[in-house]
């Protein structure tokens, strides 16, 4: 199973980006998909999850900015990001669980004042 995430870069303070992580290499959907970010010299941190259900978790740092959503036909998991401020800038990590935890490599946001 992989995780391919895309959809980083550079992006001014106040604009938008849509991340897109999208799984290959099994035909069944994950129990959750979601992302994660690790800023420069801090932990990664849970930012949204999503349960193949539809029910979801947006962290209160990006809450009412980011919008998480999943096509599980695809298999994939979107993050849509808006109003982006620099503290927002990090590498974003996707995941999905089934069984146990599978991640994608990282995609890179930055975020320009």
């Known amino acids: 199973v992989q995780l391919q995430a895309s959809g980083g870069g550079l992006v001014q303070a106040g604009g938008s980006l849509r991340l897109s992580c999208a799984a290959s290499g099994t035909s069944f959907s994950f129990n959750y998909m979601g992302w994660y970010r690790q800023a420069p010299g801090k932990q990664r941190e849970l930012v949204a999850r999503?349960?193949?259900?539809?029910?979801?978790l947006v962290e209160d740092p990006v809450k009412g900015r980011f919008t998480i959503s999943r096509d599980n036909a695809k298999n994939t998991v979107y993050l849509q990001m808006n109003s982006l401020k620099p503290e927002d800038t990090a590498v974003y990590y996707c995941?999905?669980?089934?069984?146990?935890?599978?991640w994608g490599k990282g995609t890179l946001v930055t975020v320009s004042s």
């Open positions: 999503i349960s193949s259900g539809g029910s979801f």
């Open positions: 995941y999905g669980f089934m069984a146990i935890q599978y």
